[in-house]
């Protein structure tokens, strides 16, 4: 038996991505195991058929309600999801948000999540170290000045605030006295000067309602790390460490040396597309609705989710879907006033004179036509004249 060559195979596959017959992630997934097999030309070519009439079988055919679909596969297996958070990948101390709540916020497009977190992998000759990694994380996780005090009290013999410093949190946390001190200075018109590990802070006034005032202000002043990222769990994936952090600034992060910039992940879709772009973020909205969806074991065709997405993702910029996004910007006043303040969108439309052309489905089905789906979708013309009469023949 003759069995067709790797070479034959290759030539085919390159005659298959000229013709355009498959998308070419499918050709070279596809490549990618057929060039395995030991088969004829005849079983090659059968295969390559069925591959083509699988994929032309699985095509949307014209005329079709994607939107009203993809809107129906979501929205009911949403129906099914619980109102719960989760501890994020087995670490006990960051919990995320999941299910209904989660997937309101990605297609609400909005700014800040709940519960943002990032996922940031190492350089190597950092990864595989433990200590490495938590010096990294060190660097990376804010620290405020009450997270290394014992407590700050008003100190009325000095007139200042006092600040006693914990040494054991101090290391904890990789900060020193210095630190202390200068992000005070820094932050505050008043003397900074330490005496051991008290740091005393002296205003100008002398008023206890403004010592007080001052007590609480320092309590909360950043003495280093990333903004936004409040706290940061070493957790071993495989053979490497991974930092996970609750809280979230890309693009601060990305420029902390030792970080392996190509896999930085924030669940901060806005954030994502601020930094990325909106391809970026259209890929961050499908993969996070596919990561709620499959953490309540639901399983929704990629391609309703891809839909939404694209939808979301098309005029360049993230927009929700709701009033104030898609909804709320559609070309015809009827279907802005079928979703939600009627009354507002039709008096606006009435006032600026729009015209509405009745090219969607909501406004035809509210007028009671014929909607523009399926066999809606074509007119047919006829010639009567040209059709002969049976009586006549």
Known sequence: MAYISKEKMHEKFEELRNAQKLPLSLIDELEDEVIKLRITEKQFNEIIEEVISAYEQALVEPGEAVGTVAAQSIGEPGTQMTLRTFHYAGVAQLTVTQGLPRLIEIVDARNNPS???MTIHLIEGYRESKEKARKVAQSIEMVFVEKVASRIDVDLFKNAV????DEELMNDKNVTIDDVVNSLKSKLKADVYADDFVVYVQPST???SELQNLREKIRTIKVKGVDGITHVVIKKEGNEFVLNTEGSNLRAVLEIPYIDQNRVYT???MEIQDVFGIEAARAAIIKESLTVLEEQGLDVDLRHIILVADLMTMSGEVTQIGRHGISGRKES???RAAFEVTIKHLLNAGI???VDHLR???ENVIIGQLIPLGTGSIDLLMS??????RNQE
Not at 162 to 165: N, P, Q, R
Not at 384 to 389: F, G, M, N, Q, T
């Open 115 to 117: 519960t943002p977190i």
């Open 352 to 354: 600026t004179g729009q």
């Open 333 to 335: 006043a009827l279907a």
């Open 360 to 362: 969607g489905i909501t």
């Open 162 to 165: 006092a600040i006693y410093l």
């Open 384 to 389: 009567p004249s040209e059709i002969p009469r």
């Open 267 to 269: 669940n901060n879709i």
């Open 206 to 208: 002398d008023k206890i």
